[in-house]
Each structure stands twice: as structure tokens, then as C-alpha cells.
């Protein structure tokens, strides 16, 4: 069973533009959700996460907005850059998951210049 | 935050040994993960490494495969063990964040078995 459906697969957007990546997950005791971006032979690095009891956070030119009743989150890459070509991974948990992350399948964003 | 320190950083080993991953944290820390990331997928937990008990396996990995240790609050060990090429993937180390604040991840140990 598929605990977190996460699309496109990969995205293709013009610097300057915004990226939009999707997740959509199942259990409706999850009460962390994180972002992570990974260069290639990286680790994945905490990019932005929110908790259910608010429905947008905003650091920078990323904004993670949350709907709970839809059970989904979006990652937003505002005035994106080449720079931000990464795959980039959401992720589920939470105490009824005893902590432990459930990743999506990722996303490979390419910012071209 | 946590800085992880995670050695190898890659290595090619022949099919049948035994390869021990050390994941070495700045920080005491309470919970520490082991993921296997094969190649171009998503994140798969190993198994949770609790200090002072048993490590906690993920359906589909075993301990006799992926024996864990974990002496103390700033260390931990994976070990892969009768490699096979199948086995081949980055392996993560990854630890929860002082305050609540998620979890950070170590920069993974590139593992080829040939």
C-alpha cells in the first residue's frame, strides 16, 4: 500500500518560473510533513516542513501549502533557478508512525536557464 | 542542528563480504534511522536503532542481513553483510533534531558490490 503518492515524476520549468511538486498521502494520523532536496551523491537535506494546524508556511522562496481535509501538501519554488535542479522528496510521519519518515518517489526538477 | 558524520563515503566490495557503515553524530540524539536509497528511487527504512535494546526492522530487511548496533546516544553502526549486487545503493544515516525540529540525514555511503 502506497502511503504517499507524490507527482509529477519529473519537472521541467524556465528560471524564473514557479515549480509545483504534489503529495498525497493516506493516514490521517500523520502530523509531520517535510520537504527534502537532494543534489545528486547527496544526502537529502530538510528543505521546509509544516504541522497539520496550519495551511501554509512560507520561508524564502518556498512555500508548503497543506490541505487536511484533501489529505495533500504542495511544495512551491517561487522565481525558480537553475540552482534549484535537485530531486526533491516529500516525506510523512509522525508519532502513529513512531517517528519514522515514509518518503514519496520523488520528483527531478530541472530549472532551465 | 545535528551534523552527521557518515563513513564511507562509498566503497566497492565483492560479492559475499561484509561491509560495517558508521554514522557518527556532533549531538546526543534519542531516535537514530537507517534508509537504503537504490539507484534514482526514494527513501526505504531499514530499521529504527534504538540505544541500549534491539534495533527495529522494516518488513522485508532482517538483522541477520543488516545487523545494527548502537552503544551510545552519538553513534551507530549498519553493517551489510553477504553482499550481493543487489545490494548496491546508497545507504543513510539519519537522526531527529534537537527541539522537535524533524530530522537531518548524513551525505550516505555509496555502496557498489561487484
Known amino acids: 500500500q502506497q502511503q504517499v503518492k507524490q507527482s509529477p515524476q519529473s519537472l521541467i520549468v524556465q528560471k524564473g518560473g514557479i515549480s509545483i511538486i504534489n503529495c498525497a498521502y493516506e493516514n490521517t494520523a500523520f502530523d509531520y510533513f517535510p520537504w527534502y532536496q537532494q543534489f545528486p551523491g547527496k544526502g537529502p537535506a530538510l528543505l521546509i516542513a509544516i504541522r497539520p494546524d496550519v495551511s501554509e508556511k512560507k520561508e524564502g522562496r518556498f512555500t508548503i501549502s497543506f490541505n487536511k481535509s484533501a489529505k495533500q501538501f504542495s511544495l512551491h519554488i517561487m522565481d525558480s533557478q537553475p540552482g534549484d535542479s535537485a530531486t526533491y522528496f516529500c516525506?510523512?510521519?509522525?508519532?502513529?508512525?513512531?517517528?519514522?519518515?515514509?518518503f514519496g518517489s520523488g520528483t527531478r526538477l530541472l530549472v532551465r536557464p | 542542528s545535528a551534523v552527521i558524520s557518515q563513513k564511507p563515503s562509498r566503497d566497492i566490495c565483492q560479492r559475499g563480504t561484509s561491509l560495517t557503515i558508521q554514522c557518527q553524530v556532533d549531538?546526543?540524539?534519542?531516535?537514530m534511522f537507517w534508509y537504503r536509497q537504490q539507484p534514482g528511487q526514494s527513501l526505504t527504512l531499514i530499521a529504527t536503532a534504538n540505544q541500549g535494546s534491539e534495533a527495529t526492522y522494516e518488513s522485508g530487511f532482517v538483522i541477520d542481513k543488516f545487523p545494527i548496533s548502537r552503544p551510545n546516544l552519538t553513534f551507530s553502526t549498519l553493517t551489510v553483510s553477504n553482499m550481493s549486487p543487489e545490494d548496491s545503493s546508497i545507504y543513510l544515516c539519519s537522526v531527529d533534531i534537537p527541539g522537535g525540529r524533524g530530522y537531518t540525514f548524513g551525505s550516505g555511503t555509496r555502496l557498489t558490490v561487484v
Open positions: 516525506a510523512v510521519g509522525g508519532v502513529d508512525s513512531s517517528y519514522k519518515l515514509i
Open positions: 549531538s546526543q540524539v534519542t531516535m
